[in-house]
């Protein structure tokens, strides 16, 4: 089963897309803080578009401190929301956040509950925090808008699989020719296609791990990967702008 | 004068079986550990040390052959089974004219001579395969590569696989495409989708190698690497040697009871 939740946050017109999502408008916060530190001198232009985070570590965090499991993955839930209004300050447009996959399923049952249970709380807590702000609108000149994209049970190979499916079903009822199935007509199929910047410009993966354990696939073509040892739980601001330093050091040459 | 000719000759051949033996040493203790089956190459780098060299155009590739030549006996002798390189993606088609046809120059001549009696392939006894959208090549360039994986279809000790005109998301749209003409009753599973795919010739890499310095995958392997382990030296490709190896076949070794577990875990 491949399946992902997106909330919008931020001001301005409603972007149009296919499937279902949650629009909320939220409040514009006071005006950003510095786009940069002197440590890591950062261009708006050059920003990611759309970043893509695996937050990994949790786990590893609560027992590096001797606290339940429960714990890490609320430390976890905080690095996520400052990532969230960090991305909306910057103007990063897409969010897309890797929370549980599939593979995922064969932790301990009890771990599985857990995080279940706190996915469950947190996304209620967050829902109810936006929906009274929405009475509250205000236009400012710089409309920052973030699309968020949790994915809940989604690997890669299995949302390419499904995409194959969906195109056979489609060739079986003579919506479409065998030999009209090229790329374009592929990615069509895919779980990321509810966004105008499906490929992520700039991957980062926490606590050390160098690979990329089966979170998207196809819309990794291009991406410029970021690694760092630092656990989920404290991946902060500081981190944060220096993945986007490297990023925006890099000459990307998309493929030529 | 004649004689200092033939004795430091003979020196020079004394010293290179030491350095040989002393490597397969090396080998055997590394063996010790787990070595991966198969290792993915990103050959990054040829332009830039050309570059570096002030060497001309086209002669960052020839280096970047050679680099090739020796980081294959390297895998092979310590016991590597598949290696998979990336000669040239569907994207290179976009570069310069002068270059691509050079680019192609160097590959049809390397390819011929891959197939010679002398080469490392007949040595180590290598299967040659092309990965890849291969109408894409021009015919000379098609028919060699044709030739060579013919000739070679018989060895079975290791197998090169040199991935030309291929981009991952070329070879995934080609896997669908031939999936949906194999199941005509609408039903896809993910062994139709593996069966089809051009890599489908060998297992997944356990570790995916990008020199220079690059950390991103450029449209190589997206399928079969979601598991494999990455690595980006800061090594142009034509630098690469025996020390990049021993150290990546290391860490390999240290983060391997990871990839077991979740392989148990999957299947």
Redesign the interface.
Known sequence: MVSSLQIRVGLGLPEPHRSSSVDLIKQVPPPPRALSSAKHPLLRESMPRHVAVIMDGNRRWARMRGLPVGSGYEAGLGALRRMVELSSNLGIRVLTVFAFSS?NW?RPKVEVDVLMALFDRGLREELQNLALLANAIETTKKNSKLHLIIAVNYS??SD??Q???K???K???GVIE??A???V??ERELGTNCTDFPHPDLLIRTSG??????FL??Q????????TESLWPDFGEDEFLQALSSFQE?Q?R??? | MERNTNSSNIIVRLFGSWVSYMRKCLFQVLSVGPVPSHLAFILDGNRRYARKWGLGEGMGHRAGFLSLMTLMKYCYELGVKYITVYAF????F??KPDEVQGVMDLMLEKIEGLVKEESIVNQYGVRVEFVGNLKLLSEPVRNAAEKAMRITAHNNRAILLIAVAY????E??H???Q???D????????S??ERHMYMGVAPDPEILVRTSG??????FL??Q???????SPKALWPEMGLRHLVWLVLNFQR?QP?LDT?KK??L
Do not use: M
């Open positions: 593979d064969f890669g190979r390419v699989v995409a194959c499916q195109l056979a079903v060739v079986k009822d065998p030999g199935i090229d790329e007509a592929f791990e160098l690979r990329v354990s089966n696939l196809w990794l073509a291009h991406t410029e990967l970021y690694f890099r990307r998309f493929g030529c | 993606s569907i994207d290179n976009k570069r981009t991952s998301t070329d995934i749209a896997a669908a495409h999936s949906c003409l199941r005509k009753e609408g039903v896809i599973r993910l139709d989708v690059e950390t991103r995958l450029s449209n997206l399928w690497t979601s598991s494999s382990l990455l690595s983060v990871y979740t875990k999957l």
